[in-house]
Nanobody
Framework: QTQVKEFGGDSVQAGGSLRLSCVVHGRFYSRLCMGWFRQAPGKGRQGVAV???????IYIDSVKGRFTISKDNAKNTLYLDMNSLKPEDTAMYYC??????????????????????WGQGTQVTVSS
């Protein structure tokens, strides 16, 4: 059984940095498509960053240049390095795994339903 677990959420001040980690137990392989999504209070869940099966990455415009997604296949772990955090980054962050291997990153960023495995989320709060 595949399980996904996020770590690293915290409360920080604007301008600070955090690293989120996502460990996958069970179904993990080097070409696993994975992504980070977030949901702010009162809003729907949105894709933040994705790494597809070919290793291509994509980000939503609001985090480009500040966030970096990466995957360590030896550790079955996905990361999201977040720098220059802003109050509008405050949200519950979710890790999702195993979107279809032929799905390009740009499509996977907006395709929540394509991911069968999700973590419980980790809270990121950025104060001004």
């Amino acid at each position: 059984q595949t399980q996904v677990k996020e770590f690293g959420g915290d409360s920080v001040q604007a301008g600070g940095s955090l690293r989120l980690s996502c460990v996958v137990h069970g179904r993990f392989y080097s070409r696993l498509c994975m992504g980070w999504f977030r949901q702010a209070p009162g809003k729907g869940r949105q894709g933040v960053a994705v790494v597809d099966s070919d290793g291509n990455t994509i980000y939503i415009d609001s985090v480009k240049g500040r966030f970096t997604i990466s995957k360590d296949n030896a550790k079955n772990t996905l990361y999201l390095d977040m720098n220059s955090l802003k109050p509008e980054d405050t949200a519950m962050y979710y890790c999702a795994a195993d979107c279809p291997p032929d799905m390009p990153a740009i499509q996977a960023l907006g395709a929540e339903a394509a991911y069968p495995y999700w973590g419980q989320g980790t809270q990121v709060t950025v104060s001004s």
